[in-house]
């Protein structure tokens, strides 16, 4: 059984720092695609970032280029955002991601999704 599980979100205040973590078990680490997605009130889900950690394959959103940095942790099948300069637009709950192989733009091709978890900015 796939399981992913997301947590570190809370409050923080702009201009701040976050790290968010995302367990991963029941695939093939290495070789799947891992991203970060977020929802805000009112708004679609938006990919955020995404890491293949078999070749470091990443990729962004313009909106948090610069900003936030994914990495993995192969010997823990984890994957992690650090989130700097934080803004209060990044205020979304932050969900986990999985599917095989490459990353991909579209929430829907995603087939295994972690819980929540909510990250607050406040200005």
């Known amino acids: 059984e796939v399981q992913l599980q997301a947590y570190g979100g809370g409050l923080v205040q702009a201009g701040g720092s976050l790290r968010l973590s995302c367990a991963v078990s029941g695939l093939t680490f290495g070789n799947s695609a891992i991203a970060w997605f977020r929802q805000a009130p009112g708004k679609e889900r938006e990919g955020v970032a995404c890491?293949?950690?078999?070749?470091?394959?990443?990729v962004y959103s313009d909106s948090v280029k610069g900003r936030f940095t994914i990495a993995s942790d192969n010997a823990k099948n984890a994957v992690y955002l650090q989130m700097n300069s934080l803004k209060s637009e990044d205020t979304a709950v932050y969900y986990c991601?999985?599917?095989?192989?490459?990353?991909?733009?579209?929430?829907?091709?995603?087939?295994?999704w972690g819980q929540g978890t909510l990250v607050t900015v406040s200005s």
């Open positions: 991601a999985a599917k095989p192989a490459y990353c991909a733009r579209y929430a829907s091709l995603y087939a295994y």
């Open positions: 890491i293949v950690s078999d070749n470091d394959d990443t």
